[in-house]
């Protein structure tokens, strides 16, 4: 105490020089820092990194001068302030100043759909294969009347999988499904995931390159009768229907317990469409369907349908619109069949006809 007052009396004038001194140092050191925040700060994002390389040195004059003390601390919590907005570690996880998860920036071609326009052709149009524009327009696979005139399908620019984000997905979930790398997903770039969260919109979507839907997902057909007639179909049907097959050796019959025709073929025989219509499924059946194996089912629009089971092969795509008598697939022995043959079934408003009834021509038995 009775040193500090004797130091004070004894150097008073020299700390006055000093502050003085101080001061000005403060002054200009603080116009520096003043400008260089305030051109950053226009724009936020650049303003993150020249924070941190700032001239930190500010000049720690002598203890005494508090007034130059306050205004350095003043300056140290401005800066502090800036430094928050681009610390993670220090800000509370969804801090928008912090990370902002951008949505995908995707810039789709899309195509309208004319007259005559199948699955095939298009993608041929665009150089794309067929997966990828079922895979840009799932719904493809769902609603076989996409193809109707004027529909708009999206072009994807690089073979893969449209993918709308559910809440809940995660990027490695995604990469299951469609057996894909997360990295795949990430280094694509219109799909915007940022570096550390790579974190999901849900509803947005991404595009999963690489994948293909392998296979198409399986709706029970409806037929109009069924639909409350609103659905309208880009072709209807003559009425009348064409063997499907060469052969007329039947090793079924139609019966209560067995509603279709089983025609014997040799494996890989042609399958042709009964009648015109619209390709409403094209895959290996599933759920109650598992017996039919590889099947076709053809929505003729006039409330029939046709169903083509056990192929080999599936020449048609969902949503596909076929003529009377167009090559449509190959016979087999897929799902549960006993031999190479067709099961053969026509639906009018979902009740099995006998196809016999609608077919014209001799038959006989195989046995
Ligand atoms: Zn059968």
């Given at each position: 105490m009775e040193n500090e007052r004797t130091f004070g009396q004894r150097y008073?004038?020299?700390?006055?020089?000093l502050a003085v001194v101080a001061l000005l140092l403060l002054g200009s050191q603080l116009g520096r820092i003043g400008l260089f925040a305030g051109t950053e700060v226009t724009d936020t994002v650049a303003a993150d990194t020249a924070v941190t390389t700032l001239p930190t040195p500010i000049p720690q004059p002598e203890q005494e001068i508090t007034a130059a003390d306050t205004a350095v601390t003043q300056a140290n919590i401005s800066l502090a302030a800036l430094h928050v907005i681009s610390d993670d570690s220090l800000a509370p996880l969804p801090n928008p100043h912090t990370y902002t998860a951008q949505p995908p920036s995707h810039h789709f071609q899309t195509h309208v759909v004319t007259g005559n326009d199948t699955p095939g052709t298009i993608a041929e149009q665009y150089g794309i294969s067929t997966d990828t524009l079922i895979?840009?327009?799932?719904?493809?696979?769902?609603?076989a009347n996409l193809l109707q005139t004027g529909a708009e399908l999206v072009i994807l620019p690089v073979d893969g999988v449209l993918h709308t984000v559910k809440p809940g997905d995660t990027l490695e979930a995604i990469a299951d499904i469609y057996d894909v790398s997360v990295e795949d997903i990430i280094n694509?770039?219109?799909?915007?995931?940022?570096?550390?969260?790579?974190?999901?919109?849900?509803?947005?979507?991404?595009?999963?390159?690489?994948?293909?839907?392998?296979?198409?997902?399986?709706?029970?057909?409806?037929?109009?009768?069924?639909?409350?007639?609103?659905?309208?179909?880009?072709?209807?049907?003559?009425g009348?229907?064409?063997?499907?097959?060469?052969?007329?050796?039947?090793?079924?019959?139609?019966?209560?317990?067995?509603?279709?025709?089983?025609?014997?073929?040799?494996?890989?025989?042609?399958?042709?469409?009964?009648?015109?219509?619209?390709?409403?499924?094209?895959?290996?059946?599933?759920?109650t369907y598992y017996d039919y194996g590889n099947l076709i089912v053809v929505n003729h629009g006039n409330g029939y349908e046709t169903f083509y089971a056990h192929l080999s092969g599936i020449n048609v795509y969902p949503g596909q619109i076929v003529?009377?008598?167009?090559?449509?697939?190959?016979?087999?022995?897929?799902?549960?069949?006993?031999?190479?043959?067709?099961?053969?079934?026509?639906?009018?408003?979902?009740?099995?006809?006998?196809?016999?009834?609608?077919?014209?021509?001799?038959?006989?038995s195989c046995n």
């Open positions: 008073g004038g020299q700390m006055v020089l895979g840009g327009n799932p719904n493809l696979n769902r609603e694509y770039e219109p799909n915007n995931l940022e570096y550390p969260f790579f974190r999901l919109i849900p509803e947005t979507q991404l595009v999963i390159p690489g994948a293909s839907i392998g296979q198409f997902y399986f709706k029970a057909p409806k037929s109009v009768g069924n639909s409350g007639g609103e659905q309208k179909w880009a072709v209807v049907g003559t009348t229907f064409v063997w499907p097959v060469n052969g007329r050796c039947l090793t079924q019959f139609y019966h209560g317990f067995h509603p279709a025709i089983d025609v014997s073929m040799a494996e890989g025989s042609p399958v042709y469409a009964a009648d015109t219509g619209t390709v409403t499924y094209a895959s290996y059946a599933a759920g003529n009377q008598g167009d090559l449509i697939g190959a016979t087999g022995n897929t799902g549960r069949s006993s031999g190479p043959h067709l099961h053969f079934e026509i639906r009018l408003n979902d009740f099995r006809l006998n196809p016999l009834d609608r077919l014209s021509g001799p038959v006989k």
